[in-house]
């Protein structure tokens, strides 16, 4: 059995029915999980790269500025501009590897706007049932209500598996969570991603790339909730009897806890680590008007590499101002005015990324595997259904509880 560290861990029993809907969003995963065709050193002329080929070319993509960091071990990061998108240097950006707790960045993304922040939810034994030991926690109990601030609180500050879990199963069941997040990471086209549970445990199959990654921060980031509980330092949590506790947010680049100096400008976004994944981390910072969005996945030394490394891109990026030149772009989602990577032309429809190798240097990284025809067909109908129930642009922002 894996180890895992903050941030980790799914749940062991999904809901056993599923909704003609939700059944036809899982059929979007089927393909990601065939075995990888074998790497090659770029992307056929005849494949479509989500966000341009170079994506997938050999070693660090760069077009300008200064010499990028040393030392830089992580098996796949990307970086780029948060309001063009522009991905501004990449390595192995559609490495498909173990994401971590960084898909809970996917699960915000898809129910936030589900429930009021004031709505409160009384949480019983079957809510908490099937989290496996060792889990992530936050400290959700059964018979204590909570309001979803305060479970969202605990998903993003503490990446509570329990928080999580109660979340998903008021959303009507962790199967119905993992279809339809699945369904809006193929709007997103986020292609490289395979969801198999809603807070990023190590199950067979449950893959991300850097390029995804970025993708459900940049998403993320937009509605101002998301925003601002994943900026959020610290809060108090109901411990029962009446009693709080307070809990901090595990990124160390926001609280500066672990040795790591806070960065400045930091405003999120999600920390992960299972001894598959490794340390994960997807970060978003501004100076002088402009975001960054950085993710960087699975760093080979120090605890704090993942945060090091991380700091280390932000600070290149904000040095070269418009020195660095594009190397990619960071698509939008097909429901929002998107356009479809490689369009409806016959032969042309974008591929998932290779698969990691499991020898620990990603050597897979340029090749690409089979994605299926119904992805093509899920994405409209997840692009419909998202249309639909498009989430509340919200203004407030949400404050420590108290």
């Not at 799914?10 to 809907?21: E, K, V, Y």
């Not at 030394?301 to 594009?326: C, I, K, M, P």
């Not at 005015?337 to 190798?357: D, I, M």
Request: aromatic letters at 6%.
């Amino acid at each position: 059995m894996p180890l895992y560290g903050p941030a980790v861990h799914a749940f062991s029993r999904p809901s056993p029915r599923l909704s003609r809907r939700s059944l036809l969003a899982l059929a979007a995963t089927a393909p990601l999980t065939a075995a990888p065709l074998a790497a090659t050193p770029a992307a056929a002329a005849s494949d479509v790269v989500v966000g341009g080929a170079r994506l997938v070319a050999d070693g660090v993509q760069v077009n300008g500025g200064g010499a990028l960091p040393k030392k830089l071990t992580a098996r796949a990061w990307l970086l780029a501009d948060q309001d063009s998108g522009e991905v501004l240097a990449s390595y192995r950006a559609h490495l498909r590897v173990a994401p971590a707790s960084t898909l809970k960045m996917l699960f915000a993304d898809t129910l936030l706007d589900r429930f009021e922040r004031t709505e409160r939810y009384l949480v019983t034994d079957a809510d908490l049932a099937g989290i496996p030991s060792g889990s992530s926690l936050v400290g959700v109990e059964a018979g204590i209500t909570y309001t979803v601030e305060q479970l969202w609180q605990g998903v993003f500050l503490r990446s509570g598996n329990d928080a999580v879990q109660v979340l998903a199963r008021m959303n009507g069941g962790v199967a119905k969570t993992v279809a339809e997040m699945q369904a809006r990471a193929v709007d997103l086209q986020a292609l490289d991603t395979h969801v198999v549970s809603p807070d990023g445990y190590d199950h067979d199959g449950q893959l991300s790339s850097a390029y995804d990654l970025a993708l459900f921060a940049r998403h993320g980031l937009r509605d101002a909730d998301f925003r601002a509980y994943c900026g959020t330092r610290a809060a108090r949590f109901p411990a029962g009897g009446g009693k709080t506790l307070r809990i901090e947010n595990t990124d160390r680049l926001l609280s500066g806890t672990y040795g790591v100096t806070p960065y400045p400008g930091m405003i999120g976004v999600k920390n992960g680590f299972t001894s598959n994944a490794g340390n994960t981390f997807t970060g978003a910072a501004t100076r002088a008007g402009r975001t960054l969005v950085v993710t960087v996945l699975h760093p080979k030394s120090g605890h704090n590499a993942v945060y090091e490394e991380t700091a280390a891109l932000l600070d290149w990026g904000f040095a070269q101002g418009s020195s660095a030149r594009a190397v990619g772009t960071l698509v939008e989602a097909l429901s929002e005015g998107g356009t479809r990577a490689g369009g409806s032309s016959a032969g042309k429809a974008p591929r998932a990324g290779a698969e990691a190798s499991s020898a620990g240097d990603g050597g897979g990284a340029d090749g690409w595997g089979a994605l299926g025809g119904a992805a093509g067909a899920v994405a409209l109908l997840a692009g419909g259904a998202y249309t639909l129930r498009r989430r509340r642009r919200r203004s407030g922002e949400v404050p420590p509880a108290s």
